[in-house]
């Protein structure tokens, strides 16, 4: 369960095209920020990705990456070209491949290193996609295998692809888009593969001659509803028409802090029951839910003279905060924030992924008033630092520049976490906002697992 946006830079307020994702995974399946530099490789050399081994290119591009840190592939990123990919899970009436070969996550990471446009990344996944097809088991723990969807942007143009085992339908994006966990491409398609329509008519899901409805021929619209993948795409197509025009990376992070509609209305909400329809997922008890918890955020603005990647690179963006990199064209050689050492499913208190843990479910035993006490001042430092980035790009400010200034907020950022932490921590349980026993029992035993302290 994810949720992809997009917005070309017409509709932005800076010019520049503007991508968002939250990824939604199991709760304890950490990732991390991973930089990967550009590289020449051996003629004939071979690249193992998650599950299979391929051809490797002679040459790759740098790549920055939000990476859970059991694969080889990811989940979302962005390329020293601007280039911008995310990933969706999507549900067919045909089963997904059980057999080993290219994951979702490996697609994206293989498109991002080899593809220096969105027109060449977004071929470079589909012509692998055609020779390996995709399958393999893509869950942390048990077994969850899916077909797979992308956003792939840079600064000029933006594709939502949409697949079927290899088959695979292509918009391009006119404004504004976003995708979930469902099939969105109907007729409206720019092309698709070959054998899309032999495929449909092979299982029965059209006629021969009718025109093909890609989303009404694959599409398994109750699996999806199960994962609330077109409540959740209605809703961030809601939140990016509702904008207009003159969007800003700030309002890009509001969304991917949404709670839905009912939440919207309720001052007193707190993340407990069956949850459907929140663009930042919370994992509560029951199957399908196990996948759902934002385990990282990302925004990116690209094009314009800018290359401002802002991650959270914690889980739940709804108690975290969004911190900037300085990646891509214009920005070649910022240095990068410490990202310090790759986190597991084991808590590790050396990790920020796992030391923002501790404030995140902190928060979960009493919502609202735990919320309350520090998220203005989340709002203000978030805030000062747009505005500090602004304030460097208005002025021309270079690579070194941009590099200690990112270094710094993240640096402030991991200070102020602390002290919410222990902020928090004095706020007693309210047992009106306490969770659910199902809820606490499912967190309980995901502390047990990653061999939470206390």
């Given at each position: 369960m994810c949720d992809t946006l997009v917005a070309k830079g017409g509709t932005t307020a800076s010019g520049a095209m503007l991508f968002a994702k939250n990824s939604d995974r199991e709760a304890n399946e950490a990732q991390y920020p991973l930089f990967v530099p550009a590289q020449r490789h051996e003629k004939d050399a071979r690249l193992r990705c998650t599950y299979i081994e391929i051809d490797q290119a002679r040459e790759t591009h740098a790549v920055l990456l939000s990476r859970p840190f059991w694969m080889w592939g990811a989940e979302m990123g962005a390329n020293e070209?601007?280039?911008?990919?995310?990933?969706?899970?999507?549900?067919?009436?045909i089963a997904p491949g059980a057999a080993p070969a290219l994951i979702g996550m490996d697609l994206l990471r293989l498109g991002l290193?080899?593809?220096?446009?969105?027109?060449?990344?977004?071929?470079?996944i589909t012509s692998l996609l055609?020779?390996?097809?995709?399958?393999?088991?893509?869950?942390?723990?048990?077994?969850?295998e899916y077909h797979n969807s992308f956003i792939v942007a840079d600064a000029a143009d933006a594709f939502v692809l949409e697949t079927v085992g290899r088959e695979w339908a292509v918009e391009r994006v006119a404004a504004k888009r976003s995708i979930s966990n469902s099939y969105t491409i109907g007729r409206d398609f720019e092309r698709t593969s070959q054998?899309?329509?032999g495929l449909a008519i092979e299982h029965g899901l059209m006629r021969e001659g009718e025109a093909l409805d890609f989303a009404g021929a694959f599409a398994n619209r109750k699996r999806s509803a199960l994962a609330s993948g077109h409540q959740r795409w209605c809703r961030t197509s809601a939140l990016l028409t509702g904008r207009g025009s003159g969007l800003r990376a700030a309002e890009m992070m509001g969304f991917l802090r949404d709670h839905g509609a009912q939440a919207a209305r309720a001052r007193d909400w707190r993340p407990d029951g069956i949850l459907g329809g929140a663009v930042s997922a919370h994992a509560t008890y029951g199957p399908v839910r196990?996948?759902?918890q934002t385990t990282g955020s990302w925004v990116a603005e690209v094009g314009n003279g800018r290359a401002v990647h802002w991650l959270t690179a914690t889980a739940a963006p709804d108690t975290g905060i969004f911190k900037p990199v300085f990646f891509g064209p214009g920005f070649e050689g910022a240095a990068l924030p410490d990202f310090g050492p790759a986190p597991t499913d084991i808590y590790d208190?050396?990790?920020?992924?796992w030391r923002?843990?501790?404030?995140?479910?902190?928060v979960l035993r009493n919502y609202p008033e735990r919320m309350a006490a520090y998220a203005p001042e989340r709002d203000r430092l978030e805030a000062s630092f747009g505005e500090r980035v602004d304030a460097l790009l208005a002025r021309g400010g270079g690579a070194e520049e941009a590099g200690a200034l990112s270094r710094a907020i993240w640096r402030e950022a991991d200070a102020a976490a602390e002290r919410w932490y222990?902020?928090?921590?004095?706020?007693p349980e309210n047992p009106a906002f306490r969770p659910s026993t199902p809820m606490a029992a499912h967190w309980g035993s995901l502390a047990r697992q990653a061999r939470m302290p206390g």
């Open positions: 070209h601007g280039v911008a990919i995310g990933n969706e899970a999507v549900h067919a009436k290193e080899r593809g220096a446009s969105a027109e060449e990344a977004l071929d470079v055609g020779e390996h097809g995709q399958g393999g088991n893509c869950a942390h723990k048990g077994r969850f054998g899309a329509e196990r996948f759902g208190a050396r990790t920020r992924w923002h843990e501790r404030l995140h479910r902190a222990e902020q928090v921590r004095k706020i």
